[in-house]
């Protein structure tokens, strides 16, 4: 009897230790590498260093929080920032020390010239990357492991829904685009938008980025004589003041952002009325967890935060997700493919999804939240809050005009 109650008491023991020999909880966590290829000084520094300060407010509050758990390990950012000038040759020096040197499978550069230059190691060493680019060729389908940390060319379609909906009056659209590979894509995605939402299109106007006269693109728009007239970023001021001293009476929206350093150069009577997506001053209208890092951003910083530093941000926060839902750190195919796939937590406070197929060939642009403003006064003033779910139905609506 005594032997039988021996054994019975040893099978309990064997039972209660069995779920924990099963399943243990991850052990201490591993140091997981992110690297950063940033313009830390030189023209854009100010614009690498916000994105900088950015990652590392997310990296200290997920490590803090206790690091994150990819399959049975527990793992916690090992941040390396590292300085490009914004120059294809040292973005490929700091690639090669990232890569070769440090072992990281995970990088976070600003944009084209840098991104570029990296890829040209990082897709064969099964390196997954991120930026801001502006072109359609850094994350076409035959780099698989490249990604568009925010939205660029998918606000086009945002901007179409916005102003068909509250501008009716607006019926003739005319591209005013750069004449290289980031205009094309400009181009492809309007045309795309004007066919879906039935407008008539008037043509394309092209300009070179080192263009400060623009008295003979002012003379074919007026030619024309579009009810609006759509153009990027670069020369926006110029070409503003321009038009409107010029006889331009119509209506204008940045293709992909509109910025309220435009005012300042164009001048406030200039920019009235014109609209796009909008990071300046927005904060206001940003969901919580946005406005808490602005509030610990201008803390530390003693500035505001601007869209750079935000979506970069955000980047680490939907990178971090990815890697849980792969269950892998190492396999970074698999951890693009969820990507692809998933609909990630973000820092918006919303899951958000990679998009962009129609453009791309495949989903790498991640889809977020957009601000629509227009200029009223000399100032941004907020329009509507376009959810990231409305992104990509956007992108989905024009997807049958894409050619």
Request: net charge negative; hydrophobic share 45%.
């Amino acid at each position: 009897m005594k032997k039988l109650l021996a054994i019975l008491a040893s099978l309990v023991v064997v039972a209660l230790l069995l779920p924990a020999c099963a399943a243990p909880g991850p052990a201490e966590a591993k140091m997981l590498k992110l690297g950063m290829s940033m313009p830390l000084s030189g023209p854009v520094s100010s614009v690498g260093l916000e994105c900088k300060r950015a990652a590392e407010i997310a990296v200290e509050e997920i490590n803090a929080a206790g690091g994150f758990v990819v399959g049975r390990e527990r793992y916690k950012w090992d941040l390396i920032v590292l300085d490009d000038k914004f120059n294809s040759a040292d973005a490929l020096s700091v690639a090669h020390r990232l890569i070769d040197a440090e072992g990281v499978k995970y990088i976070v550069t600003l944009s084209d010239p840098t991104h570029l230059s990296i890829q040209t190691i990082s897709e064969d060493a099964g390196v997954l990357t991120i930026s801001y680019p502006g072109t359609v060729e850094t994350t076409m389908a035959d780099k698989p492991l490249s990604f568009r940390g925010t939205a660029t060319l998918e606000v086009t379609p945002v901007n179409y829904a916005w102003f068909t909906k509250n501008l009716p009056e607006i019926k003739k659209v005319m591209n005013v685009i750069t004449d290289d590979k980031a205009g094309e894509g400009v181009k492809a995605v309007s045309t795309a938008c004007a066919k879906a939402y039935g407008l008539e299109l008037l043509g394309d106007v092209t300009y070179s980025r080192a263009t400060t006269d623009f008295a003979p693109v002012v003379a074919k728009i007026m030619e024309a004589n579009p009810d609006l007239i759509l153009f990027p970023g670069t020369g926006a001021p110029l070409l503003i003041k321009q038009a409107r001293e010029l006889g331009y009476k119509g209506h204008m929206a940045g293709a992909n952002y509109i910025s309220a350093y435009w005012a300042q150069v164009a001048g406030a009577e200039n920019v009235e009325g014109i609209f796009g997506a909008y990071s300046d001053s927005w904060t206001e209208h940003a969901p919580p967890q946005i406005l808490e890092l602005e509030a610990k951003f201008k803390a530390q910083y003693d500035v505001g935060l601007i869209m750079g530093g935000m979506n970069t941000y955000n980047v680490v926060y939907v990178l971090t997700s990815a890697l849980k839902e792969a269950g892998t750190a190492d396999d970074t195919a698999k951890v693009a493919d969820v990507m692809k796939r998933e609909k990630l937590d973000s820092a918006f406070g919303e899951k958000v999804q990679f998009g962009g197929a129609a453009i791309y060939g495949h989903d790498v642009a991640m889809m977020v939240p957009i601000w629509i403003g227009m200029f009223k006064g000399g100032e941004i003033q907020f329009q509507e809050l376009i959810p990231a779910s409305e992104m990509v139905a956007g992108m989905d609506k024009i997807l049958p005009y894409m050619k």
